[in-house]
């Protein structure tokens, strides 16, 4: 299979749009078109409905997309431990979890960029799996949340940037009007929360925080990533949070955002590393951000 080809339907069905996907991918908007059809062509079924703006995955596709995410991950995992078992001090191999996808761009990216004479590796993993990649070798460096890192002895962390979450609601919630509420507005609030699986760390922490806001949540449904919890939020499904530095794409124009005044669910984006690490190349990726 095509893992380029395979790569541009998940990104066209995230973006929810080919112009997108294809500016995203320094491609034609054509030429993308051509290779999910070409995808399509070679599974043998439809995976888009294109009659429908924004576009729409069919059922079948919504089992490729699932199943692609799982494949390309896995095909950047190996990548990245290729780079690895070369030994070579030129590589570096960088973890990111999907919803850190902006820090990535607008912290980290754009002062490794400066650094010239090594190769750069991207890897987009569960947030949950990052500090066992740390850990095991698998990637050298990580762009994740604090939360996610808890082995202190071995990992050591720099905090990139920080914020608070704001509530994600509909066109017929009574926010919809609201710029701000407060903490004790959530009670009784269906929420979905966007992560892999209960009982995580950052599922802990924000437990932890809804626990320092006195406000229990009523969390009846969670999700992989942010785009499946604002469709749901669309659907009138509940609310969702999202830290403040994410912003609320075109085609999600009827939600609206609404800030927590004096509430503790808030977040820090950082650097992971392992302390041990004596890759000359990392150590002057690291020194652009101490």
């Known amino acids: 299979m095509n893992f380029t080809r395979l790569r541009y339907f998940c990104d066209v069905v995230r973006l929810h749009s080919f112009s997108q996907a294809a500016d995203e991918n320094y491609i034609s908007q054509t030429a993308i078109s051509q290779q999910v059809a070409k995808l399509e062509e070679e599974l043998q ?6 009659s429908k703006l924004p576009i729409e995955l069919t059922r079948m596709g919504e089992v490729v997309f699932r199943r692609a995410q799982i494949i390309l991950e896995q095909y950047d995992v190996l990548k990245g431990e290729i780079a690895q078992m070369k030994q070579t001090d030129k590589v570096v191999t960088v973890a990111y979890p999907n919803g850190a996808v902006e820090p990535v ?11 010239k004479d090594f190769e750069l590796f991207l890897v987009k993993s569960d947030l949950n799996d990052i500090q066992d990649k740390l ?5 050298d460096l990580a762009v ?3 939360s996610e890192i808890t082995d202190t002895e071995q990992l050591a962390t720099l905090v990139l940037s920080q914020g608070k979450y704001d509530v994600v609601v509909g066109e017929n919630h009574p926010w919809s009007n609201s710029n701000t509420i407060s903490p ?4 009784n609030e269906k929420v979905i929360y966007v992560g892999n699986r209960h009982n995580t760390n950052s599922f802990i922490k924000m437990k932890d925080h ?6 229990p949540l009523n969390i009846v449904a969670t999700v992989a990533d942010i785009d499946t919890a604002l469709l749901l939020v669309q659907l009138d499904k509940g609310i969702t949070f999202m830290p403040d530095y994410k912003t609320l794409d075109n085609e999600y124009k009827n939600l609206h955002r609404v800030k927590i005044k004096g ?3 808030k977040y820090k984006v950082c650097l992971a590393w392992r302390k041990a690490d004596l890759n000359p190349s ?3 990726v690291l020194s652009l951000f101490k």
């Open 144 to 146: 994740t949340f604090d």
């Open 184 to 187: 004790e507005q959530l009670v």
């Open 135 to 139: 850990l095991n070798k698998t990637v």
């Open 263 to 265: 509430s503790e669910h």
């Open 45 to 50: 079924v439809k995976l888009l409905d294109r």
């Open 210 to 215: 809804s626990k320092a806001d006195n406000v």
């Open 105 to 115: 761009e607008q912290l980290v990216l754009t002062k490794i960029k400066t650094v």
């Open 282 to 284: 990392l150590k002057r």
